[in-house]
């Protein structure tokens, strides 16, 4: 018999609002590049930006399954996990598992990389990032070779991810997308709930990272 399972709040709206946030910010700079639109590209990016800041804070002052410290395991975590894969087990996982916590870091740092070398890229026209005149041409030049191999990785980590989602999916029978829109997740019973921030503190903490991106524009 099927063990009985409530539903649990393991993600708060913040970190949920994040991850589809940059998936719709992600969507909007391919674009707006692919059709020239640079005033929308920056703007995206800029955006990226206050949003990374924003998960770099939420990450040590946020949810308890928000914080680095609750989803980051070992390497050797993650691997026995990953051999697991094809087993059909109940979830009991509160948040991310030993490598879905990897593949978070991977993509914020994919994302951090794509954004700092957007800021000194330029196309050869009239196109420039706000740091190209203190980097120089030869630098520029460089960096904008590296933003365009960095998004076609992103874009990996993107299909990689979608195919775990799947894979869970199909192999284990669970649902890694519900709990992302919903924030909910059925677990065992006895589970152990996990603290969640206020959102109050989110705010604050997004306002800050805002006023930091656009103070810094102003001073460039």
Known sequence: MAEPTLPIR??????????????????????????????IH???????????????????????????????????AALRHLAHLHRRE???????????GWMVLLMLVLLA?????????????????PLFSYVGKNWSDWLSRIHGVNFTLIQIAVLLHILAVLGYAVLKRHDLVRPMVTGQKYLPVGSQR?????????????AIALAVVGTALEVL
């Open 113 to 129: 990389v794509q954004a700092g070398t957007g800021l000194c890229a330029n196309d050869d026209g009239a196109t420039e990032g």
């Open 194 to 206: 996990p603290v969640l921030a206020r959102p109050w503190l989110a705010l604050v903490v997004f």
């Open 90 to 100: 109940p979830d009991t996982e509160i948040g991310h598992n030993a490598a879905g």
């Open 10 to 39: 393991v993600w708060d709206a913040p970190t949920r609002l994040f991850h589809w946030a940059i998936v719709l910010l992600l969507g909007a700079s391919w674009l707006s590049e692919s059709q020239g639109w640079m005033t």
């Open 42 to 76: 920056f703007a995206s990016g800029y955006l990226i930006i206050a949003l990374l800041l924003f998960r770099l804070a939420w990450g040590f002052i946020g949810s308890e399954t928000s914080r680095f410290s609750h989803f980051l395991k070992s390497p050797i």
